[in-house]
């Protein structure tokens, strides 16, 4: 028995409530969850593989009118237009959507979640009362038409215009070049009959920036109304089930009345009036009421991860391959390699799992109005922009991984996981591309690192550049890997005993953060004197993703480290909290080089997280299948028959062969012998 194993064998005994931990993972919604599990379990509102495009589109445009007659669609709108106000138990419900069809998802998203909500949220009472009732009940599909083909994430700089005619008292809305169509849109090749159109609003010569106007796209018949355009954007690498287009305008009129005008209004004689003075802020605000759409996403990838690894691993718990001569073949999860492919997934999952109900209640608590503040609305809106890339990462990765670790079984589409990984390779950079996201995150770090120093005297900076001269000096010196060294004494079990310690890893993982970060503030600092910031900020974009990227890894820790503190049975806290551990400590390892260069492990340290790294893994074989079933999907949410217990039967059925074969002396003698 090694040193690591002698350290815990008081907890080998260890197991996990199963019915405990799936009631706990289902969080705050959870008989909401469960009721969209359920409708996303029914057949009819599951995808079919091998459909033609136009096919799915239709069975999806179907599956939409189902989600209005089980009201489903009706949780976040307000009381008096039928629905329930429940802004938090409308995510959770339609994340779940993801595992019936992600293309129904995404287009249900389009309708409800951007067409509804940006007439909800960026309109007034006048247009709630007027669009609202035929957008909720699909009366009239809707187009969300924001992104243009320049422009995706730049939102600020789209090109198309709605200019004010005080005569006529009109919105005259343009698309001046090829480049400032709108595109990517969810129901615009087809189905769409209005649209929010995002656009420069104009008026007596002035540009005062993005708002967004209700535009009527087609007649009954289906027909564009004069001035109006559009094509198919047609077959795509996933989500065939929504009909993506484009849409151009030229000279398209509508009444002033259509801008909604929540945060920005124009009288009849084009004067233009806002209750938020600064044009940044006034856009930032409106953008960030339909924020939603991040959180949303941020949670269907975490549920295609747990789809993904209750798949693979059911599947690694039954496929035997190899094996030593005269005895059965091994079972896929009991190869290390196997369970270093996939274990560290799902210690990730459940981290992204945690984060993401933060995040909800966080969302929840801001749309509610129970908490509805700038700060608070700003929080929000940088937690959504550090998870949302992560997550959505994550799930490509697992699904890549699952699918590899399942073999040629896993590129069979009747085991869902090649349709899946092409459906979510798309929600890396729709709202919002990852990178640019991260760049938000860390544009906020680097502002609430400078805040501390806003109104700070001389010799508290002074004191502060002192502080990072000793620390350089301490690090590059190696006293502190040196501490660590007389620390451990040599001993790999004494380093793992540190960082087992759950403040250990907060310090590892938050020292990365604000190291970065520091750096890169001190060198924007002697930038901005010497006038090459802008130069200098583009040079550190990479670091400033790192950084952020290390952010989101920290808040994931912080929200798995606050759930352990809501477990009661001690032997479901255990085993999670080794799952926390391996995800704190592979995060670690995943960046060791970067510790080992900072100076802030000594080799000694880093040899010692690898191995606990191991040690954790091995630990967390025999609890993988209890960990992923607690995901709580079903055989009608899996749909993959490689996670039936086929595989079982066959090989059960194999063993059964083999002894009859060997007991009735004619087995064929191998030629070696």
């Known amino acids: 028995m090694s040193v690591i194993d002698k350290m815990e064998t008081e907890n080998e005994s260890a197991t996990v409530d199963r019915q405990f931990l799936e009631r706990f993972l289902l969080g705050k919604w959870a008989d909401i969850r469960l009721a969209s599990r359920e409708l996303a379990g029914r057949p009819e509102m599951q995808g079919i593989p091998g459909l033609t495009k136009d096919e799915h589109r239709a069975r999806v445009l179907e599956q939409l009118k189902l989600l209005v007659q089980n009201g489903q669609v009706n949780l976040s709108f307000p009381v008096e237009f039928g629905g329930k106000a429940d802004h938090g138990g409308n995510l959770a419900a339609f994340q779940e959507l993801v595992v019936a069809d992600p293309s129904m998802q995404i287009k249900s998203g389009v309708q409800w979640g951007l067409f509804a909500a940006a007439i909800l949220h960026l309109g007034t009472k006048p247009h709630h009362e007027l669009w609202l009732p035929s957008a909720i009940t699909l009366e009239t599909p809707g187009v969300y038409a924001m992104t243009e083909t320049g422009h995706g994430s730049d939102v600020s700089s789209i090109a198309t215009t709605a200019t004010y005619d005080e005569e006529t008292q009109d919105w005259v809305i343009n698309t001046p070049f090829r480049g400032a169509w709108k595109d990517y849109l969810g129901n615009a090749a087809l189905h769409g009959k209005a649209a929010v159109v995002f656009a420069q609003l104009i008026t007596k010569g002035v540009n005062h920036g993005v708002h967004a106007f209700y535009v009527p796209l087609r007649d009954h018949d289906g027909n564009f109304f004069p001035g109006i355009g559009g094509e198919d954007d047609g077959l795509k690498g996933g989500l065939n089930g929504i009909d993506n287009g484009r849409l151009h305008f030229s000279n398209v009129r509508v009444p002033r009345t259509n801008l909604l005008n929540r945060y920005g209004d124009v009288a009849e004689d084009g004067t233009y009036t806002s209750p938020i003075a600064s044009p940044g802020r006034r856009f930032f605000t409106m953008l960030g009421t339909l924020v939603q759409g991040r959180v949303s996403l941020d949670g269907a990838a975490v549920n295609a991860s747990k789809l993904a690894l209750q798949i693979a691993v059911t599947y690694g718990n ?73 997550s959505t990462w994550h799930a490509l990765n697992t699904l890549q991984e699952a699918r590899e670790a399942c073999g040629g079984q896993g590129f069979l589409a009747e085991n869902r996981l090649t349709a899946l990984r092409a459906d979510m390779d798309i929600y890396v950079t729709f709202e919002g591309d990852n990178n640019v996201l991260l760049q938000l995150v860390a544009k906020r770090l680097l502002t609430d690192y400078s805040r501390k120093f806003k109104d700070a005297d001389t010799g508290t900076l002074a004191r ?6 000793t620390e350089r000096a301490v690090t590059g010196s190696g006293l502190r890997r040196l501490g660590q060294n007389v620390h451990d004494r040599g001993s790999t079990a004494r380093a793992v005993n540190e960082l087992r310690d759950p403040e250990v ?28 910031e802008a130069e200098v900020f583009n040079q550190k974009q990479s670091q400033l993703i790192e950084a952020a990227s290390a952010h989101g890894h920290l808040l994931q820790w912080e929200a798995f480290t606050d759930a352990l503190s809501r477990i009661e049975d001690e032997g479901t806290k255990q085993v999670l909290t080794w799952v926390r551990d391996l995800f704190g400590l592979h995060t670690i390892e995943k960046n060791l080089s970067w ?59 194999a063993r059964h062969h083999y002894e009859k074969l060997a007991a009735s002396g004619t087995a064929p003698v191998p030629e070696k012998h």
Do not use: C, W
């Open 464 to 469: 502060l550049m002192m502080e990072q001269v």
């Open 318 to 390: 039954e496929r035997r391959q190899f094996g030593q001569a005269g005895q059965s073949e091994t079972v896929l999860m009991d190869y290390q390699r196997h369970q270093r492919r996939l274990i560290p997934l799902i210690a990730t999952t459940y981290a992204q799992a945690f984060s993401q109900e933060v995040l909800l209640e966080k969302f929840d608590s801001v749309f509610s109005g129970a908490d509805d503040t700038d700060d608070n609305r700003q929080d929000l809106e940088t937690l959504a922009a550090a998870l949302k890339p992560l």
């Open 505 to 532: 890893q907060r310090d590892l993982l938050t020292d990365r953060v604000e190291t970065i970060i520091a750096e890169i503030a001190l060198d924007l600092r002697d930038a901005k004197k010497s006038g090459t």
């Open 595 to 653: 510790y080992l260069i900072k100076g802030r492990l000594s080799a000694q340290r880093a040899e010692a997280v690898t191995a606990y790294v191991d040690r954790l893994i091995t630990r967390l074989r025999t609890h993988a299948q209890d960990l992923v079933d607690s995901f709580g999907y079903g055989p009608e949410h899996l749909r993959a028959e490689i996670a039936t217990g086929i595989e079982g039967i066959r090989q059960e059925e």
